[in-house]
């Protein structure tokens, strides 16, 4: 095990892209109507958005940060949501452009990684399009924050984007986790924490907001800029960064003091590489901050 700063615990942080889409304007950015008006009402549309999943390669094995969208839900909307109200809603909401090779397996081949070398996938929280193609990865250690389990199994949890059905999968390894207290002064301003890999390399912080059991991943290692990915806290580092909220945040609050938290770690690591997983401008900020 490498403690942060005495070896190079992480060899490479890599992002992959699962496909793109389009949203509106008052999602990511916000609006003074009711989502359910915007979503029925405005005709504005960004394009363009990723859906990111990250790739860490640890000496102890490849960790990801997420698994981005299945491409089944473009072949049959209706059956991958398992809810007519949910693609009503859906078509209205989000746009996808994905297609057959944007799923976490060939993403990953890309990379040069071998699926079968993904050891643990840690998710920030269980929204559809941060949970797909589990069916990859059964071989792996699969992390969720307990609360979002808790959200996942609840009834009628679709609505609220959780679609359990492609998560509890038969043969998955979930281990459901509560992030703890920690002497860790990176981690002071999240108040606890959750170890990954048992050296301080990987740590899950607690982000609410998004949605309550929402968690950022803190990534430390020698011969690198330490990096916080933020995965839907914010849908760009700008908005995080003034505190601009967007559209859609199911605890106000909890998401304006998480956003303070990640200002703390920027004012305590001035070269924190902050990357949220629906950001334009991510794979560009990573790249410049991993050159090859």
């Known amino acids: ?25 008052e999602h990511r950015y916000g609006s003074r109507l009711p989502p359910v008006a915007w979503a029925l009402l405005s005709r504005r549309w ?3 958005v990723p859906v990111h999943f990250f790739a860490i390669d640890h000496h102890d094995g490849l960790v990801l940060f997420d698994t981005g969208l299945d491409p089944a839900i473009a072949d049959d909307p209706r059956q991958y949501l398992g809810s ?11 746009r996808w452009h994905i297609e057959p090779e944007d ?10 990684h071998d699926v079968a070398s ?16 589990i069916e990859h990865l059964l071989h792996a250690r699969l992390l969720a924050p307990r609360r979002e389990w808790q959200a996942l199994t609840e009834p009628n949890a679709e609505r609220s984007w959780y679609l359990r059905q492609h998560v509890d999968r038969p043969g998955a390894q979930w281990t459901l986790f509560d992030a703890a207290p920690s002497d860790d002064p990176d981690v002071a301003p999240f108040g606890a924490c959750y170890d990954v890999m048992g050296d301080r390399s990987i740590v899950l912080v607690p982000t609410p907001g998004h949605t309550a059991g929402s968690v950022s991943m803190l990534l430390r290692s020698a011969g ?26 199911e605890d106000v609050e909890a998401m304006r003091a998480s956003n303070a938290h990640v200002r703390a770690l920027r004012e305590r690591l ?9 950001d334009m401008e991510t794979a560009a900020r990573l790249a410049a901050a991993f050159p090859a």
Do not use: K, Y
């Open 84 to 94: 007519a109200l949910g693609v009503f809603f859906l078509n209205r909401l989000f």
């Open 118 to 133: 993904v050891r643990t996938v840690a998710f920030s929280h269980l929204h559809f399009d941060h949970t797909g193609c």
């Open 224 to 249: 690198m800029p330490p990096v916080l990915l933020i995965a839907d806290l914010a849908f760009e580092l700008d908005m995080l960064m003034t505190d601009h909220l967007p559209g859609v945040a």
């Open 46 to 48: 960004i394009d363009g």
């Open 270 to 278: 001035p070269d924190l590489v902050i990357l949220p997983s629906h």
């Open 1 to 25: 095990m490498h403690a942060p700063g005495t070896g190079p615990s992480i060899r490479s942080v890599r992002v992959g892209a699962t496909g793109v889409g389009s949203m509106h304007p």
């Open 103 to 112: 799923n976490v397996r060939d993403q990953l081949t890309q990379m040069g």
